[in-house]
């Protein structure tokens, strides 16, 4: 008699594998030569619980957070400095990252099975992908201003306008669109006997190709970011310990503040980015080389657990704006004018 056995299946031979699948078996014969055809087995109900319990929660909390950022921003700010046009940026990047969840939600709860089509297939990995990078630049770019500001204030004046800033944010659109335009290409669905896959990679024949894409692309959109901000934030704290710059209470004050900022964006990409590229780099790596199922399993394992710690990031963000807004920034601004040294902090 037929039976129909649901099982995971992860195989070194493919590319996003769908961790569920209907296999029919009719014996043991049968079931020994799919188990040789897909090798690695895999559980995965860690992907059907975690994804969508932490996707969820990022999901209400993030666009709860960003919206009121967003509001802030538009009605209660003005005028914008070159921060304020970074932060309203970085959260409509954000916002779109959090507006990608549900879909994804909805296809983890449902074993990975997209009713959805292959064109919002290619959209959703398009969006999701170039609004998480287009964070990290943004990041990088609020990075770079408060060095500007801190380490050289005089001279920065003239780099730090909001026309300035504008035309930076357009630029860092355009880096992060053209990067991430090839997933439109690569991103594809296949029809996995009873359910439809949306890769999150691409298909088996193109998967060497995506290595080479996703590796320079991680180094471009996040390993050389990284680097700014870790020397930009590096460099600030030593400014801002030397002797006898920003004596004043307010200064102090405003002192205090770059540092819990400076420890935010680290613990940000340290937390948040660094383990998922990790990671992901580790897994393609090891699919690649198609080594054992055990080692190929516990790396699998370790991608999916940093995936939504990535996502938290959006809801880290807006920290940044009611820790160093505009607001605040103007009250530290009245109150001292004894070192020019310690003014655009933020």
Same mark, same amino acid.
């Given at each position: ?115 959805? !089509? ?15 990078? !287009? ?28 026309? %300035? ?14 990067? %991430? ?29 995506? %290595? ?127 070192? %020019? ?6």
């Amino acid at each position: 008699m037929a039976a129909f056995l649901r099982v995971g299946v992860a195989s070194a031979q493919t590319v996003d594998t769908p961790p569920l699948v209907w296999i029919r078996m009719y014996n043991n014969t049968n079931l020994t030569n799919n188990s040789h055809q897909n090798p690695c087995v895999f559980n995965e109900t860690l992907t059907y619980v975690l994804l969508p319990v932490s996707y969820s929660l990022v999901f209400v909390v993030g666009l709860v957070l960003n919206i009121t950022t967003m509001y802030f921003i538009l009605f209660r700010t003005k005028p914008w400095k070159p921060t304020t046009i970074y932060m309203i940026n970085l959260t409509v990047c954000d916002t779109l990252y959090l507006l990608t969840l549900p879909f994804l939600i909805f296809y983890y709860i449902d074993d990975s099975d997209w009713p959805l !089509g292959e064109l919002m297939c290619k959209l959703i990995r398009f969006l999701f992908y170039t609004n998480l990078y !287009g964070s990290v630049l943004f990041l990088s770019c609020i990075s770079m201003h408060r060095f500007l500001g801190v380490c050289h204030p005089v001279r920065s004046l003239s780099w730090m306008s909001p026309r %300035q800033a504008t035309l930076v944010s357009v630029c860092m659109w355009v880096i992060v669109l053209i990067f %991430q335009s090839p997933i439109l290409y690569f991103s594809r669905t296949r029809d996995k006997g009873d359910i439809q896959v949306c890769y999150d990679t691409t298909s088996k024949d193109l998967f060497n190709y995506y %290595q080479v894409y996703s590796s320079v692309v991680m180094v471009l959109l996040f390993v050389l970011p990284f680097g700014v901000v870790l020397v930009c934030n590096g460099l600030i704290v030593r400014k801002l310990l030397e002797t006898g710059v920003c004596r004043s209470s307010s200064s102090q004050r405003s002192r205090q503040k770059s540092v819990k900022m400076i420890i935010i964006v680290l613990l940000t990409f340290m937390l948040c980015f660094l383990p998922f590229h990790v990671n992901r780099s580790i897994y393609y790596a090891i699919r690649f080389q198609q080594v054992n199922c055990k080692t190929l399993e516990y790396a699998s394992m370790a991608y999916k657990v940093t995936r939504p710690l990535v996502s938290i990031n959006s809801c880290v963000d807006p920290i940044l704006y009611f820790m160093a807004g505009q607001g605040f920034r103007n009250k530290v601004n009245k109150k001292s004018n004894s070192n %020019q040294r310690c003014d655009n902090t933020f």
